[in-house]
């Protein structure tokens, strides 16, 4: 079982360019999410989906875009990059948007933006 | 705000016990989780919280006190492995998980 994977794995990206984080998950699930993880800070909500055509912005939404097109993926876009935007990006699922539905993470992909 | 507190870092030694708190003041509470994340890699669910007491799940518990806006995670008879970040995270009114920056756990042989 792949759960959900995540593409590139890591990325060197010039700033102003743009580029699309890819995120596909084969669980069935409802709900997914995109998260930042910065040093000393705890994961941050970009943007989250709790069902196929429909999104939401999480905290730090801009300079980001998201689509749920289908129930798997859940592609991330930065329309021009920004050094701010180095980061480790995770995508996550949950088979429900509320109460306990734990989240499982995909593997990240590393971006840096120079 | 909303804002979730944990200890930076703690060290403790292989096949003792660590108790990693978290404090918690978010805009309404539905659970709190804490997930588990080695370095490199993503973080893996380990328990779920919504209401008071102690859960208890093999060499892990997690302890909820919504009074005080508390937790803790329990690790007994530390393993090697266990080195790892311990993230506290809470679901809000809204439904969104909000996360505490996470204690880096160093154990020691």
């Known amino acids: 079982t792949a759960g959900i994977t995540q593409a590139p794995t890591s990325q060197i990206l010039a700033a102003g360019r743009s580029m699309t984080l890819r995120c596909t998950q084969d669980?069935?699930?409802?709900?997914m999410y995109w998260y930042r993880q910065d040093l000393g800070l705890g994961l941050r909500l970009i943007h989250y989906?709790?069902?196929?055509?429909?999104?939401g912005k999480g905290e730090v939404p801009d300079g980001y875009s998201v689509s749920r097109a289908n129930t798997d993926d859940f592609p991330l876009t930065l329309a021009s990059a920004v050094p701010s935007q180095t980061s480790v990006y995770f995508c996550?699922?949950?088979?429900?948007?509320?109460?306990?539905?734990?989240?499982?993470f995909g593997p990240g992909t590393r971006l840096t933006v120079l | 705000g909303q804002n979730i507190d944990q200890p930076t870092e703690m060290t403790a030694t292989e096949g003792a016990i660590v108790q990693i708190n978290c404090t918690y003041q978010t805009s309404g509470f539905n659970g709190l989780f804490w997930y588990q994340q080695h370095a490199g890699e993503a973080p893996t669910f380990l328990s779920y919280n919504v209401l008071d007491g102690l859960e208890e799940k093999g060499r892990f518990s997690s302890f909820l006190s919504r009074s005080k806006g508390y937790s803790y995670l329990l690790l007994k008879e530390l393993q090697m492995k266990d080195s790892a970040s311990y993230l506290c995270a809470v679901m809000d009114s809204n439904y969104q998980l909000i996360w505490g920056a996470g204690t880096k756990l160093i154990i020691k042989p």
């Open positions: 996550a699922s949950s088979d429900s948007s509320e109460g306990q539905g734990e989240q499982f």
């Open positions: 669980m069935r699930h409802n709900a």
């Open positions: 989906s709790n069902t196929a055509g429909t999104t």
